[in-house]
């Protein structure tokens, strides 16, 4: 089928007005020799059989609404959406505008995005939050850009702690190789040592920290005095922190963190098979002309109106081209929306009801998880809502048994540390009842029979 | 366009004073960037800089600039109050728009006004 | 506008709005024994969100939707970002929920729906594209071309061919292009256009030695044309032992034309979010795949989709992950940007077929040479030849002090939303106009007769150009004063400091 609505007579007419005979006369500028290939694809399928495709292909997913219990988290959890959200993020108006180039025609992009970012500085306590990133690790590798910046290339180190997430390394990795930047701190701190054993690691080369809050293995650390110290050797600190957390615990820019990132898919986002989803990146003030990405501000307009705009736009990509911190120019603006709408429809009541929901059902399962025999809590630090449960057998192993069963099991460490053969990471949200808790229960009991 | 007869000139727009041993953006850049809001100085106190070597960052509403150094020399004074107030650079850019001093000042072929504002005048845009 | 002058409020903010005491969406009482709190050091000690009904919500954001221009709304001819029509099947298709509620890291074995539809997108977006394999992790255009550069390091590096630190770009290329190589470090030398607007070929040459990288050529570049030298273009860089990057922004005007890959390029990324519909969503979220010819498959960013287990007489293949032997590593986290990006494309592609997919690229080129059909006798075009997809005029009249911005805003007023202005550089006040397949010969006619019509009021009457736009709800900005004092935020931090 086709959405092409100009008809045989108005084609014809067109191409009588151009000068040509043809559509084909149109591309004689393309070489011969491979104009108007063949594709090998399959052909056209109407409205009604590509809904009845889809349906299928996705029906051949288990998903954890209906199919499966899920305790996987590591990175992307399972949260409540509010209905409210998707009807608005379906109004044509905004799923169907462009970024918000021409202000006087986009103040709906503008006034939200303006709005996403003050519920981001509230949530962080940062003073600057731009329009958002792709997700959670390329927010945090573009910290690392801002720092090389900050430093103009004079810092050419990193201390990255090993309990970051895994993939949020390897993007950190993946964007630094070309830029002569040392990658450090992976090795050489034990995972049971307290935040401050990265401190060694801080040099005077060294221009950013990277911790995470609550970190990979849900711990929760005060952050405080690492900060202290990095500072004092003059490097700058990333805090990757969770939204949901956030509405709990004590915000990292209270620790004296100077760039707060992280994944903003808790917010109101479906996990979508792992995306898109939403980078968020805040700051302080004095950093915003090195930070990535666009930024909305607040203005007036020549009738003496409150508006927005795209500000600082000088430092983007398009104008300081190859001397830009980043090569962005996009954000997640739909996304950004939606977790405007979900913070602001939960509200102060809302979201500390869903942090402490999350935090009080991890603990419950926490507790009843580790008084099975042959289970125990890996750690005794403080968590939020995911901890790391030290198993009898091999992960991999008791996750084949849990799914037997209907129930997805925790993420298997061991996959990114040797060292935590036998080690589970379990994710517990809102959307976890008592039932499913204490089945889960049951079911690894079996286990640690067989 | 104001072109100060004392200083020399570069084409990429940078003013040098031979006899103080500043040197900074000149009013014909300052008017092509429009409003500048932002300006991150490059270098330091000690620092050696010779022509083409970039010395300052600047960003206006619209659009970004480098500004080489105009002359060879090492750095003795920054001019560290003028990132507070970038507009500095509209208003006074011969003045306390000054982004750096140096001492030593082989300043190479740069230009005297008269050859700047030929020069300014024969280009389009 | 004085600095004592509150200004008017057209719409609250969130925060205005906000009474306290409100609830909106709430959550069911816990259901497990009470844990107590983390040690009070580690609490915050407020949260100063909202406090909203519903309601207060819904009308809120209904109010702001208003104040946007849409493809759903009318015309969007902004060059070089194909507003196409986003069909309304893909919004079902993406929210299936067996797509929706799937975890990245679920076991392959329950996620095969996901899977098998990402290894067909690949299949298809190499066929159409004639590439040896394609990724489809990177996140949108920009993260895309990212990929691809660090991809041509990666190669000249596995070779010990190290002295290669020059990145060619054509003066008619995206923007985007210098930032992408100089994350990576690499030098820029800016190739120029010929009075065609093909690359110069002469320059080119001069150019092309043992320290090339490789060239990142748009092509049809952003002057609309598809450059006529293209195949020797590829040739000289190859000679030299450069790489050939493909900006594919511009692919919508090749569909069942010409595949990329068929001409020699190595690497090239997709814009999902122009060229097969995915929406822009007032900014993103976009995707970004990348195609790579044979010689460069081993580095793309992991993982792949791949089959692991072959199909038997009982079993379907089992699909799933694979990891480049030399592998740039990982661009983001998890897949890709799965559910909004690829099950829309997947769709849209499916819906079009071979047949349906020339015709998309044969029509957007025709309405785009009709446009410039009907205003090149009152706009200047300084490359004026059959055109792809897109062209661009200059929005100046000789004695006048009208600007192409003026055009620009005056268009508002007539209910169009702006083409893409003051890019490309190489043309002065330029207007860049992309009309795409979606739109009807009654809409173009409608818009030439508008741009004719501003030309005139341009010499008769400039200043109504000049304060436009006139109907929209918001006027002109003061972008001077955002950028200057700079309000992000309406929300401040305890001990802000106003001075920072």
């Known amino acids: 089928m086709t959405y092409i609505p100009i008809s045989p007579k108005e084609r014809d007419a067109m191409l009588e007005k151009i000068g040509v005979k043809t559509l084909d006369d149109l591309f004689k500028d393309v070489p011969a020799k491979h104009r108007f290939p063949e594709l090998d694809l399959p052909p056209a399928l109407t409205e009604m059989e590509a809904a009845a495709e889809l349906a299928d292909i996705a029906s051949n997913n288990e998903t954890v609404r209906g199919d499966l219990i899920s305790f996987l988290g590591a990175g992307m959890y399972n949260h409540y959406i509010p209905s409210v959200i998707d009807h608005m993020l379906r109004r044509g108006e905004f799923y169907t505008a462009y970024t918000p180039y021409q202000p006087e025609i986009s103040q709906g992009t503008l006034q939200a995005i303006f709005e996403y970012q003050s519920l981001m500085s509230v949530l962080t306590g940062m003073e600057v939050s731009n329009a958002s990133h792709y997700d959670g690790a390329t927010a945090a590798a573009e910290a690392v850009n801002l720092a090389f910046a900050q430093f103009r290339g004079k810092r050419t180190k990193v201390v990255v702690s090993p309990s970051l997430h895994p993939q949020y390394r390897d993007v950190i990795r993946t964007y630094t190789q070309g830029m002569g930047v040392e990658v450090a701190g992976e090795t050489g701190v034990h995972l049971e040592d307290g935040p401050e054993a990265l401190t060694s690691q801080v040099d005077d080369k060294t221009c950013l920290v990277i911790v995470q809050y609550p970190d990979f293995f849900g711990r929760i650390y005060d952050y405080t005095k690492l900060i202290e110290d990095a500072h004092a050797k003059g490097a700058l600190v990333c805090v990757v922190a969770n939204p949901t957390a956030l509405a709990m615990l004590k915000t990292p820019a209270a620790m004296g963190a100077d760039v707060v990132v992280g994944e903003a898919q808790p917010l109101g986002i479906p996990m979508w098979y792992g995306g898109p989803s939403l980078g968020f990146f805040t700051t302080s003030k004095k950093y915003v002309h090195k930070m990535a990405g666009r930024l909305v501000g607040e203005t007036v307009d020549n009738r003496g109106q409150r508006a927005y705009v795209l500000t600082l736009t000088a430092r983007e990509q398009h104008i300081k081209r190859e001397r830009a911190t980043s090569n962005i120019c996009s954000n997640q603006g739909l996304l950004a929306l939606g977790a405007a709408i979900y913070m602001s429809v939960l509200g102060k009541t809302g979201m500390g009801q869903v942090a402490n929901l999350c935090y009080q059902k991890a603990h419950y399962a926490a507790e009843t998880l580790s008084k099975i025999p042959g289970y125990g809590l890996c750690f005794s630090d403080p968590f939020f809502h995911e901890f790391s449960l030290c198993c009898p057998k091999p992960v991999a192993e008791i996750n084949a048994h849990l799914l037997d069963h209907g129930i997805l099991g925790g993420y298997d460490l061991s996959q990114d540390y040797p060292s935590l053969q036998n080690h589970m990471l379990i994710a517990v949200t809102e959307m976890n009842s008592k039932e499913e808790i204490d089945l889960l229960a049951e079911i690894l009991a079996e286990v640690s029979h067989d | ?125 | 506008m004085t600095e004592t002058t509150s200004p008017k409020i057209v719409e609250p903010t969130i925060f205005d709005l906000s009474s306290p005491g409100r609830t909106g969406v709430t959550f069911p009482a816990s259901d497990v024994p009470e844990a107590g709190l983390p040690p009070k050091g580690l609490l915050r000690s407020d949260l100063p969100l909202p406090e909203l009904a519903e309601v207060d919500v819904v009308r809120h954001y209904m109010h702001l939707s208003k104040f946007n221009y849409s493809v759903d709304s009318g015309f969007y001819p902004l060059g070089s970002c194909t507003m196409k029509y986003n069909p309304k099947i893909n919004e079902d298709t993406c929210r299936l929920p067996g797509f929706l509620h799937t975890h990245p890291l679920q076991p392959i074995e329950t996620v095969q729906g996901n899977l098998a539809l990402m290894y067909t997108l690949q299949e298809w977006l190499k066929e159409i594209s004639g590439f040896a394999a394609v990724t489809l992790q990177p996140a949108a255009g920009a993260h895309g071309e990212f990929t691809g550069v660090l991809i041509m390091r990666a190669y000249h590096k596995s070779r010990g061919d190290t002295k290669r630190v020059k990145m060619l770009i054509p003066d008619s290329a995206h923007g985007t292009n210098p930032a992408s190589s100089g994350m990576i470090g690499l030098n820029i030398v800016t190739i120029p256009s010929d009075e065609r607007g093909n690359v110069d070929l002469k320059v080119l040459k001069e150019q092309c030695d043992d320290t090339v990288v490789g060239i990142m050529v748009t092509n049809p570049n952003t002057l609309g044309m598809f450059d006529e030298n293209i195949e020797q273009v590829i040739k000289m860089v190859h000679d030299c032992g450069g790489l050939v990057y493909g900006d594919g922004a511009n692919l919508n005007a090749l569909l069942g034309i010409v595949r990329p890959g068929d001409l020699g390029i190595d690497v090239m990324h997709f814009n999902l979010h122009k060229t097969f519909a995915v929406p822009h969503g007032g900014g993103g979220p976009g995707s970004g795949p990348v195609g790579v010819a044979a010689h460069l498959a081993d580095f793309l960013p992991e993982p792949l989709v791949g089959i692991v287990e072959e199909e038997n007489d009982e079993e379907p293949p089992l699909f799933g992950f694979i990891k480049p032997e030399k592998s740039i590593g990982r661009m983001k986290s998890f897949h890709g940007h799965f559910g909004g990006g690829l099950v829309r494309s997947f769709t849209y592609i499916a819906m079009h077929g071979p047949d349906g997919l020339k015709d998309i690229a044969q029509y957007a080129v025709l309405n785009a040479n009709y446009l410039l059909a009907r205003l090149r006798d009152t706009y200047h075009v300084p490359y004026d030849r059959i055109c792809m997809h897109e062209f661009v005029a200059e929005g100046q009249f000789a004695g006048s002090d009208v600007r192409a911005l003026d055009i620009a805003k005056r268009l508002m007023d007539y209910n169009f939303h702006p083409p893409t202005n003051y890019f490309p550089l190489i043309v002065h006040e330029a207007l860049m106009i992309e009309p795409t397949e979606t739109e009807n010969k009654d809409t173009l006619d409608a818009f030439a007769d508008a741009l004719i019509k501003i030309a005139d009021e341009a010499k008769t009457s400039p200043e109504l150009l000049h304060s436009a736009p006139h109907i929209t709800p918001f006027g002109r900005m003061d972008e001077v004063k955002a950028a200057r004092e700079l309000v992000l935020c309406c929300w401040l931090p305890e001990n802000y400091d106003e001075n920072a």
Request: net charge negative; hydrophobic share 40%.
């Open chain 2, 1 to 125: 366009m104001n072109t100060p007869a004392n200083l020399k000139y570069t084409k990429s727009d940078e003013w040098f004073d031979p006899a103080t041993g500043k040197m900074g953006l000149t009013d014909y850049a300052q008017n092509q960037l429009s409003d500048i809001v932002f300006l991150e100085i490059l270098v330091e106190v000690g620092d050696a800089v010779e022509p083409g070597k970039a010395i300052a960052s600047v960003e206006s509403v619209k659009a970004s600039a480098e500004t080489y150094a105009a002359a060879k020399g090492n750095v003795t004074a920054v001019n560290s109050a003028l990132s507070d107030k970038p507009e500095t650079l509209n208003s006074d850019p011969y003045g306390d728009g000054w982004m750096i001093q140096i001492e030593g000042g082989d300043f190479g072929d740069a230009m005297d006004a008269a050859a700047y504002e030929e020069y300014c005048a024969g280009r389009t845009h």
